[in-house]
């Protein structure tokens, strides 16, 4: 079952990429197999965790060793406005014995208390490597509970081996679909409800741009999954559009939900001033072809206008510090080219911009932004990081926090731009805190000090 899911997954029609390639190619999915022992940031596994962790008021519960949880815990800072039960670790925590006889009861029982003690409207469970290797099976176990219980058990079967984390991203936006989404209905409706599907509210990013959204008129019916409830999801499919954040790790939500239930979806990015205001517009637009009042797009562009010009006003002194100042960027999973022209914005250089995560758009849109010459690199090893730090290529760098001590080393300013940020950069406002970190790092006085020479030098 597990390998056709994965075949399901990876035969992603809404995969511009995916769908250039051969048959052969496409059974061999996206990324290279991983070496082991290599820190390959996260498997899929915690791929699938990440996606669904930030539904707030249910009981996340994952099904193998400890350290399982351990690895995925709370690692991405999603914020809630009310509940926190998704913040509480659950785990089987599976010990020897239950490798030699099995670890289904174990897990049955586990699922039991948490309803006894918890309540919650659902129980998510995530299958782990071991239990997989041993040949538990979640699926059934779940559907079990679930009859028993009277509650929704959902199975998360995104085990390390299946593939990458965005494998597991996928995978768990396939459960969503198939277990989730069209189970419960919304209490009510309205011909401006709006999905945000691979919006994760880090660091509290949703909540910058929900206002917004809500100003103009649009009701945010739910978000998959930064501070979800579970009936918004489960009642998603009733929203008259959708928008799709991170293209790469739900694109297969916002197409199945096309399918399956007639909700156009387009793709967007809330990071900058120019894609903020294109996400909005887009998302009026496709609400008022599919029933809206044509006053929303009015609305739309009002709003746009005023906020465009409050973010002007706030970045013009930024932008006379950072004009021409030179950054090298490594982005992991927010989009290099919704960066890159959020960046250019302030009148900022890209040095040089990571695609290891982009899709074949993303690198046409880098190209059209950054033009034909732009410095796209696969890998960056940290010596050519270094280097180009070092000899002063660039000014600054941002990236995940794996590459801090890069910087630190060649004595330059770094800002972590990647989902364990935590600060929220997400529409006007957001812009502006990006902005301000970069220009804090830029001109901290530390770097004078610690470039000079130690006086026995
Ligand atoms: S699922 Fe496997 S690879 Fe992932 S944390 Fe657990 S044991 Fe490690």
């Known amino acids: 079952m597990l390998q056709d899911k994965i075949q399901e997954v990876f035969n992603e029609p809404g995969c511009a990429h995916n769908k250039r390639k051969s048959e052969k190619d496409r059974k061999k999915g996206c990324t290279k197999t991983l070496k082991p022992g290599a820190a390959a940031g996260g498997c899929a596994f915690d791929g699938a965790k990440i996606a669904l962790q930030p539904i707030t008021d249910v009981v996340h519960l994952v099904?193998?060793?400890i350290a399982c949880e351990g690895n995925s815990w709370d690692n991405r800072h999603a914020a809630s406005s009310g509940p926190t039960l998704y913040r509480t670790g659950f785990t089987t925590d599976m010990k020897e014995l239950d490798v030699v006889y099995g670890g289904e009861k174990k897990l049955f029982r586990a699922i039991r208390e948490v309803i006894a003690k918890y309540d919650p409207p659902a129980v998510f469970v995530y299958q782990t490597c071991v239990p997989a290797l041993i040949g538990d099976d979640i699926e059934s176990v779940c559907k079990a509970a679930s009859v028993k219980f009277n509650k929704p058990v959902i199975p998360i079967n995104a085990p390390d081996f299946a593939g990458s984390k965005n494998l597991g991203n996928k995978l768990a936006g396939s459960a969503l679909l198939d277990y989730v989404i069209g189970t419960e209905e919304p209490e009510k409706t309205t011909p401006y409800d709006l999905l945000l599907i691979g919006e994760y509210n880090l660091s509290g990013e949703l909540w910058q741009v929900k206002p917004i959204f809500e100003e103009i008129g649009i009701r945010i019916a739910a978000c998959i999954s930064g501070d979800a409830?579970?009936?918004?999801?489960?009642?998603?499919?009733?929203?008259?559009?959708?928008?799709?954040?991170?293209?790469?790790a739900m694109v297969n939500v916002a197409r199945g939900l096309q399918e399956r239930y007639g909700i156009p979806y387009f793709e967007g990015s809330f990071y900058g001033i120019a894609d903020m205001s294109e996400s909005l517009r887009q998302s009026a637009k496709l609400l008022v072809e599919?029933?809206?009042?044509?006053?929303?797009?009015?609305?739309?562009?009002?709003?746009?206008?005023?906020?465009?010009?409050?973010?002007?006003?706030?970045?013009a002194p930024f932008k006379r510090r950072l004009e021409g100042k030179k950054v090298l960027l490594v982005t992991g999973g927010v989009k290099s080219w919704s960066v890159v022209s959020a960046l250019q914005e302030v009148g900022m250089i890209i040095t040089g911009t990571s695609v290891k995560k982009?899709?074949?758009?993303?690198?046409?849109r880098i190209k059209e932004i950054m033009g034909e010459d732009a410095h796209m690199f696969d890998e960056l090893p940290p010596r050519e990081m270094y280097a180009i730090l070092k000899e002063a290529k660039a000014d600054i760098m941002l990236?995940?926090?794996?590459?801090?001590?890069?910087?630190?080393?060649?004595?330059?300013?770094w800002v972590d731009i990647n989902q364990e940020r935590h600060h929220a950069y997400a529409g006007y406002d957001g812009m502006i805190h990006l902005v301000a970190e970069i220009d804090k790092a830029l001109f901290n006085p530390v770097w004078q000090e610690v470039r000079r020479k130690a006086p026995w030098e």
């Open 63 to 65: 099904h193998g060793p």
């Open 229 to 248: 409830r579970y009936h918004e999801v489960a009642s998603a499919h009733r929203a008259r559009a959708s928008m799709l954040v991170c293209s790469k």
């Open 290 to 315: 599919r029933g809206a009042p044509a006053e929303l797009l009015q609305k739309a562009e009002h709003v746009i206008m005023r906020e465009e010009e409050k973010a002007w006003e706030a970045l």
């Open 358 to 364: 982009s899709t074949e758009e993303d690198k046409t």
């Open 399 to 413: 990236s995940g926090g794996r590459s801090q001590f890069v910087a630190l080393k060649a004595k330059m300013p």
